[in-house]
């Protein structure tokens, strides 16, 4: 084994860690995918969520409470522990999960998805910076991909919602009330298993203990950081509205069951985002090997992907075609989804990478709320879907310029 060759214990740990979080991503995403699915047996139940506006504002509002907070975990996770962040944000939100199963009014509602965020948003920061750090070689892409994968399980998870909402015994409560009592379960194991990387004595004795403002500063002095944020922000707006609008979107464009429509928006491109997610991995990794710059190509061959995706997908005259459009759009959201920490771990240090990651949060989010609430009032203005879709491709296509222009400092201060 050479000398830079992780020790096979690390290397054990590393996949481990991997492992650990995985369901606690899956977690992540079924919580919060499960209410677009069961939006018609929520909005029939709670009376007073005014219209699709009303309800586009609901989920909007988690998105801006959980994008203004994510800088601020990540910086919790940078300064003081990745491993207790993980843990304390997961039983937290499992807990507000299941009380989210006992809301009987739209101001209940909106103050239950506002505590999702806050707890949320300490997680994603956190988890991608803890995997960041264990895997320095080259497996960095491909573990991101992997643990991203649980997020894609757990949006095809939800899909199946509007089918539990619809059975008279179970019903959108219950399934809260189970997936709030796993994952509450679920952080006792976590805690005591779960460990944070080991660092490098001189990296931890030469890594300076800066304040938010100067961590902020830094960060966004960087050129190549901002172009990261913005590139990381772009397409995750058709990302959000695929993701909380399309179950409604099939059911009244192609006038099918709540269950079906559920299944046909997060199935079948959510699985070709896994296998994206892997492919991508796989590839950028081997990349690397040759030319530094081999993650960001591969991310822009995955928004190559979303362009007709997008186009697609707001012109479908038939379930199968937006279904296909759908799969394509998941090809290139693996590619583009496992690329970006890895991106980030080449510009900014070890230090900030939680933080840096919490930014991309804040700002990507935020403007996914924003296109929530803009495109349930563009719906109840009856503007027609091609014309929407057409927009979020554009975005896709400006995209691609701006991650090219990304430089890397160096392959990253600890993947050498």
């Not at 900014?348 to 009032?377: K, Q």
Request: with cysteine; glycine share 10%.
């Amino acid at each position: 084994m050479s000398a830079l060759s992780p020790a096979p214990s690390l290397v054990r740990l590393a996949w481990l860690a991997v492992a650990l979080l995985w369901p606690v991503a899956l977690l992540n995403y079924l919580d919060r995918q499960m209410l677009a699915s069961m939006k018609f047996s929520v909005m029939a139940d709670i009376p007073t969520i005014q219209g699709d506006a009303g309800w586009g504002f609901m989920l909007g509002q988690f998105k801006w409470v959980y994008a203004f907070l994510s800088p601020i975990g990540g910086f919790v996770a940078d300064r003081f522990s990745r491993r207790f962040t993980i843990c304390g944000s997961l039983f937290v939100w499992s807990a507000v999960t299941w009380a989210t199963g006992r809301v009987t009014t739209y101001d209940e509602l909106l103050v239950a998805r506002a505590l999702m965020g806050i707890s949320e948003a300490f997680y994603m920061p956190a988890a991608l910076a803890l995997i960041a750090d264990y895997h320095t070689g080259h497996t960095r892409s491909r573990a991101i991909g992997l643990h991203q994968t649980a997020i894609y399980c757990g949006v095809i998870a939800g899909g199946f919602g509007g089918y539990a909402a619809d059975a008279p015994d179970f019903g959108w409560r219950g399934a809260f009330n189970i997936c709030g009592i796993c994952g509450m379960l679920y952080a006792v194991p976590l805690i005591l298993l779960l460990r944070d990387a080991p660092r490098k004595p001189t990296a931890v004795e030469d890594a300076p203990k800066v304040s938010p403002v100067r961590a902020v500063t830094e960060l966004l002095s960087n050129l190549s950081f901002v172009l990261l944020v913005l590139y990381f922000t772009l397409p995750a707006l058709a990302g959000w509205v695929v993701r909380d609008w399309m179950p409604a979107i099939l059911k009244k464009q192609f006038d099918i069951g709540q269950g079906k429509a559920g299944v046909a928006a997060t199935l079948y491109w959510q699985s070709a985002a896994l296998v994206g997610a892997f492919v991508g991995g796989w590839l950028a990794d081997r990349w690397m090997r040759t030319n530094e710059r081999g993650r960001i190509f591969v991310s822009a061959i995955g928004m190559c992907f979303i362009v007709p995706a997008m186009f697609g997908v707001g012109n479908a005259g038939t379930l199968s075609m937006a279904i296909a459009f759908l799969v394509l759009f998941g090809l290139g959201w693996g590619f583009f989804d496992c690329n970006n920490m890895p991106i980030l771990c080449q510009i900014v240090r070890p230090e900030l990478r939680a933080t840096g990651y919490g930014i991309m949060n804040l700002v990507s989010i935020s403007c996914g709320g924003l296109a929530d609430w803009g495109f349930g009032e563009m719906r109840d203005r009856n503007v027609p879907l091609n014309i929407i879709f057409s927009v979020f491709a554009s975005f896709a296509i400006f995209s691609i310029v701006l991650v090219l222009l990304i430089r890397p400092r160096c392959k990253s201060t600890d993947e050498v």
